[in-house]
């Protein structure tokens, strides 16, 4: 659990307004034709006495595609934003920190502006080489997100305002909480372990019973979809040679094609063998067109009708799923020349009989019935099993446990610590794994003094989500939302 914090740790003190940083480096997004009543051209949405701005609007929007881009490693597209329903995340965000901006005003704070000054004064973003506020990079900046400096301070003052609020709402956790959480974390039991096996020759196949236990997987076991086609192939023309000024005159138009390993182009006596190779098979592709017109109408009749898979067939399924029953496709070149390529039928995957599937089937069956056998083998030795002491560990430590890979033992130490048995077992593949809790140590302060700050940190933010969700209901039912956003 501390490791997953640690990655994710910048993901943790996202709260529910847009940050200033963010605010300052993000882009716009183009946007299309929205509808606006053209009363309430300048806002999207009104929250008690505050609007909130159709600039505002594409600012959060612009920031919010930013942050999920980069989630999505750069491949969020707009169609994409509109199916996750990014702008009516991106509204409901604005609608909530008024609600909290308009409570804030209520309860009587305000942000001066010897506050917004120390505050921009302060940020490292805006120092120069020297380390100090720099005004002509702080404009310049701004100037180049394309934000004005009257928006971005407002902008600002909001978030110095919020802060103010959360100060009062006091949302930084207690010792106490924090200690529960460090206990939770880094819990440390002292376990025993006994592996037991099942020997595969112990379980017996009933026919009978593998027939039952094909009925309830029948429709997990279908066959392949499979083509028929008929095909005319046109092979590689050599019983044409080439002159060497045709050749040549070949090699000029593809020469691109022929290189040595480390990429430079082939001289034309390099690359003679490979030219003839391609020369003949330039002309099967010539006279390949004239076979496929000819098959297109009816005036030759298939060399071959087979039925294949996908994977027996000589060249991509794609090709096949671009024509109807009855279509001839255009030439596709294949190792062994053109082939012209009616499709007769796609037969699609249909459940299997019981003999077909019975080879698949007895895998399955034989894991089943491992599983059950160790099952019934761990709990009749549960209460009575003898283990080896392996000494204390974490959720998150990885001892060396004899028989157990990295994989087995994270998920061992998973089920002994989200379950509150001192006695237990789990099943990992071919084994059964017992185990036994010997001792409890529930605080390591040594971890905790490690990782306070990520704790604290962790710890404030969940509570601050907590706080945000309960108060922004009831604000709900204290201010009124006007929404007057239409949509793209």
């Given at each position: 659990?501390i ?33 606006f ?26 920031n ?21 329903g ?19 005003s ?6 001066l ?5 120390a ?10 080489d020297s ?22 301070e407002e ?34 039991d002292?376990?025993?372990l ?42 590689p ?8 000024e045709?050749?040549?005159a ?43 017109l ?32 009855g279509d ?5 070149p ?9 499709l ?69 130490l ?23 809790v ?8 040594t ?12 710890l ?13 209901e ?15």
């Amino acid at each position: 659990m501390i490791t997953w914090m640690q990655r994710h740790k910048k993901y943790l003190v996202v709260t529910i307004w847009v940050s200033v940083i963010a605010f300052v480096g993000a882009g716009f997004v183009g946007w299309g034709a929205y509808d606006f009543n053209s009363d309430r051209s300048s806002a999207v949405a009104k929250v008690g006495e505050r609007k909130i701005s159709v600039r505002e609007f594409q600012m959060a929007y612009s920031n919010h595609y930013s942050y999920y881009n980069s989630l999505f490693g750069g491949e969020l597209t707009q169609e994409k934003a509109k199916e996750m329903g990014l702008e009516k995340i991106v509204l409901e965000t604005l609608v909530n920190e008024s609600l909290l901006l308009n409570y804030a005003s209520d309860l009587g704070l305000r942000v001066l502006d010897e506050e917004l000054k120390a505050t921009l004064v302060g940020d490292a973003t805006f120092h120069d080489d020297s380390g100090k506020f720099n005004k002509e990079l702080y404009y310049q900046m701004l100037r180049n997100a394309g934000i004005e400096a009257k928006s971005y301070e407002e902008h600002l003052k909001k978030q110095l305002l919020l802060q103010k609020l959360y100060n009062i709402l006091n949302t930084q956790p207690t010792q106490t909480e924090t200690k529960m959480v460090a206990s939770a974390l880094f819990m440390q039991d002292r376990l025993a372990l006994r592996t037991i096996t099942v020997n595969p020759n112990e379980i017996d196949v009933n026919e009978e019973e593998l027939k039952t236990f094909w009925e309830s997987q029948k429709s997990s076991f279908l066959t392949p979809q499979t083509y028929t086609i008929a095909s005319i192939l046109t092979p590689p023309v050599t019983d044409t040679k080439p002159s060497d000024e045709e050749l040549k005159a070949f090699y000029e138009e593809t020469s691109f094609n022929y290189r040595h390993d480390d990429g430079k182009l082939k001289a034309f006596e390099e690359a003679k063998e490979d030219l003839m190779r391609a020369y003949a098979m330039e002309l099967a592709r010539k006279e390949s067109l004239q076979t496929y017109l000819a098959f297109r109408k009816g005036e030759i009749e298939a060399q071959t009708t087979q039925t294949l898979t996908e994977d027996k067939l000589p060249f991509s399924s794609e090709e096949l799923q671009k024509l109807n029953d009855g279509d001839v496709s255009k030439p596709i070149p294949t190792d062994d020349g053109f082939l012209s390529v009616k499709l007769i039928s796609t037969n699609p995957p249909k459940p299997m009989d019981f003999e077909e599937a019975r080879p698949l089937l007895l895998d399955n069956f034989l894991a089943q019935s491992m599983e059950e056998a160790l099952t019934k083998k761990a709990a009749a030795q549960l209460e009575l099993f003898t283990g080896q002491d392996i000494g204390l560990v974490s959720r998150d430590s990885m001892p060396q446990i004899q028989g157990l890979n990295s994989e087995e033992v994270s998920l061992l130490l998973a089920h002994v610590f989200d379950n509150s048995d001192l006695k237990g077992y789990i099943i990992l593949d071919n084994k059964a794994v017992l185990y036994e809790v010997l001792e409890q140590n529930l605080l390591d302060q040594t971890k905790l003094e490690e990782h306070q700050s990520l704790i604290t940190e962790s710890l404030s933010q969940m509570k601050r989500v907590e706080v945000d969700r309960a108060l922004i209901e009831n604000l709900k039912k204290r201010y009124a939302i006007e929404y007057y956003y239409k949509g793209s």
